[in-house]
């Protein structure tokens, strides 16, 4: 490069001289782009990112990557291929080239040759053999490897980064990493040992062992079996045999962010989808709650500002616009329940608000970096140079983790003090202690221990929302005096998702069993109404004579006491005199026979508590048979009320708990355990089988709050 009469020009290959230009854009610092990547809806980025994950092909060019396809290669044996951009083949071979013209002319250039030695291939040598320095144990009690989708992600994001052309790879190295992928030949990595600083050297040096074949290498085949690399090399199809890398090769597979960075997209892939799952929930949760609405009001939150918020609200808002169990609120007595609803109800678009935007924050950093150049140096062909930086520097990784762990954190919280709302009878507005659902509470213990282990995960969550990054030590003798600790932050989130995947299942099976128990608790009020205003007729419309008697008018206020009290805390044995239901029918008639008053001593015949232990002997005789009979047809399917879920936006999430995936109303009368059905869930959130019923539950919505009208 050159300046010949005020212009700067470059010298090409073959000695021809260009004109060099400066492009001038209008967003030169990149703030531009990254607002425009945050316009739309956070559920429509979560729909593009499901759809990307189930795309058959992956066609990598150096720019397009995403967290979904990052997600879909990840999953071993899903039949997803990748498949190189061949536009890509001549920026790559041109970086390349200009390498090994380099070294030819004795141009000096970290790591492709050194002021000790020139021998370029036996220095590649070298680097990979020292950066082999991680620990993987050999027992099922010391195993340290790295999951099979982190590093099936990191060879993604690697390959991706080095098709830019400005790593001085060769293409056919590209190839064969990608061979191993499509044939689901995943090399073995260690789990720990890296700073994300300058790149995760020291897991990557067992990929380039791989490739070139050293011995300790080691890969796990698409059938589980153990593989060495030349065993590999011929599952995969890769018949050049190893590879001899290369000045700069073996440096530019190494030094990269593409570990941390790959697992960071797993992570915030289930997270995203986590945070819709925990609005979702949070509705269906006010519906069996029996919970206001109004929360949702978008005044409320128009008011407040944040976009989060307000998508959370109005996900929530649509849902129970279209539910079933809202439309019975005006009908509710106002001294039922408080005239505000707690904070984990009334609260849960402002709380779970915020944790979205650090997600989705989040999510946009990590793409940005699966698509970033993140090595050192870099090999610049059109200047005609080197440049040494320090892009391997992963702290958007460590960053994006940290403060995505913290957010799952808050969810997670949330979710404990929902699901500790629902199991408590002081709390859940009629529902039974520990959602029991047993005839006979005495042993029938609900969800006693779930709550137990929703404790226990809920601070281990907690636990793990303390940062990573700011536990850094320095490394290399000082050289890496500052390092992002990035694929450490992008583990222990991984671990918070699981967890939060834990007390999604939990919370979802106790969400069923509320839903099935309020359902029963429709039909049985019904049996009980429909029983006492049967009794009532029958013992207190007329007298010994056949004469119309003024207790007859008392059975309105008796089915006020029926529709008044809650059917659990007094069904399983109906006719106790300790219970309230029971007391509470003798007090109406009592109430009315003293404002008879003298009248009720002249005239036995006409006296109300003449009447009082004949009503209670034949209700005695009849409810307890009644209610027996409608236990055993809710039993048997036959309900005579339907279940309300049906009739709501949630209905395909209840459906999928349970007709998908089989389980049933939790009983201390059956044998299966409340743990074998959270098994089922989790399973299920594990495998993304909950996305397609959790997406159909917003179906309809617009992506918009409904109008103030």
Not at 184 to 191: A, R, V
Not at 662 to 678: C, M
């Amino acid at each position: 490069m050159g300046n010949i009469g005020g212009e700067v020009y470059t010298m090409l290959r073959g000695g021809e001289m260009k004109k060099k230009t400066t492009v001038v854009t209008a967003d030169p610092l990149n703030w531009g782009a990254a607002a425009e990547e945050m316009k739309g809806s956070h559920l429509d980025e979560v729909k593009r990112m499901v759809s990307d994950f189930r795309k058959p092909v992956v066609n990598l060019g150096g720019e397009t990557l995403t967290i979904g396809h990052v997600a879909a290669i990840s999953s071993f044996g899903n039949g997803v291929k990748v498949e190189l951009s061949e536009t890509a083949r001549a920026g790559v071979k041109a970086s390349c080239d200009w390498v090994m013209e380099s070294m030819v002319k004795g141009t000096d250039s970290y790591d492709a040759a050194s002021r000790r030695t020139k021998n370029g291939v036996a220095l590649q040598k070298e680097l990979i053999r020292f950066m082999n320095a991680g620990i993987f144990g050999n027992t099922t009690e010391t195993c340290h490897t790295l999951p099979h989708s982190a590093t099936r992600a990191a060879m993604l994001v690697r390959i991706n980064t080095l098709l830019q052309g400005y790593s001085g790879v060769r293409f056919e190295i590209l190839e064969a990493i990608t061979s191993f992928l499509n044939s689901n030949i995943t090399p073995s990595l260690p789990l720990r040992g890296t700073l994300t600083a300058s790149g995760d050297i020291v897991p990557l040096s067992y990929v380039a062992g791989l490739l070139t074949g050293r011995p300790n290498s080691k890969a796990t085949g698409p059938n589980g079996e153990s593989l060495n690399a030349e065993k590999a090399f011929k599952i995969a199809g890769i018949t050049s045999g190893f590879f001899d890398f290369q000045p700069k090769e073996g440096m530019a597979l190494v030094n990269s962010t593409a570990v941390g960075s790959g697992m960071a997209s797993l992570v915030l892939f289930e997270a995203n989808i986590l945070s819709v799952l925990s609005e979702i929930l949070s509705a269906v949760f006010a519906e069996v709650m029996s919970g206001k609405p109004e929360f949702t009001d978008h005044l409320t939150h128009r008011l407040k500002h944040h976009p989060g918020q307000i998508e959370a609200a109005a996900i929530m808002e649509h849902i129970l616009d279209g539910s079933s169990y809202m439309k019975t609120q005006h009908e509710m007595d106002p001294l039922d329940k408080p005239k505000q609803d707690r904070y984990a109800l009334r609260t849960s678009p402002q709380w779970l608000g915020p944790q979205i935007e650090v997600i989705r924050y989040s999510t946009k950093s990590i793409e940005r970096e699966i698509n970033s150049v993140n090595n050192n140096p870099l090999i610049d062909v059109a200047r005609n140079r080197v440049v040494y930086g320090g892009n391997f520097q992963g702290t958007p990784i460590g960053v994006s983790m940290d403060n995505t762990r913290l957010a799952i954190a808050s969810i997670g919280k949330l979710m404990f003090a929902q699901f500790t709302e629902l199991v408590n009878d002081f709390y859940n507005n009629g529902l039974p202690s520990n959602l029991t659902a047993s005839r006979n509470p005495s042993l029938d213990y609900g969800f006693k221990g779930a709550e137990i282990a929703m404790a226990s995960y809920c601070s281990e969550l907690q636990y793990l929302a303390n940062p990573v990054t700011s536990h850094v030590q320095s490394a290399e003798q000082h050289n890496q005096d500052v390092n992002s600790l990035g694929l450490i932050s992008s583990r222990k989130t991984l671990e918070a998702v699981d967890i939060l995947k834990l007390m999604s299942a939990t919370f979802l099976v106790g969400i069923c069993q509320a839903v099935d128990l309020r359902h029963l608790e429709e039909n049985l009020k019904q049996t009980v109404k429909n029983t006492v205003s049967q009794v009532a007729k029958k013992v207190l419309t007329t007298g010994v004579n056949g004469e119309l008697h003024r207790s007859r008018l008392c059975e309105k206020d008796l089915l006020k006491v029926v529709d008044r009290e809650q059917v659990y805390t007094y069904v399983d044995d109906p006719c106790s005199a300790t219970y309230p239901l029971i007391q509470k029918l003798r007090q109406v008639l009592v109430d009315h026979a003293l404002i008879n008053g003298e009248s009720e001593k002249k005239n036995v015949v006409s006296s109300i508590f003449q009447k009082i232990g004949a009503f209670e002997e034949e209700l005695k005789a009849v409810l307890p048979k009644e209610v027996e009979a409608t236990r055993a047809a809710y039993d048997k399917g036959r309900a005579d009320i339907p279940n309300r879920i049906k009739e709501c936006r949630s209905y395909p999430l209840y459906r999928f708990v349970r007709e998908e995936l089989g389980t049933e109303l939790l009983t201390g009368e059956k044998v299966t355990s409340p743990g074998e059905e959270f098994d089922k869930v989790f399973t299920a959130i594990c495998e993304g089988k909950i996305i397609d019923p959790m997406m159909e539950c917003l179906n309809d919505w617009n992506g918009a709050p409904i109008p103030i009208c």
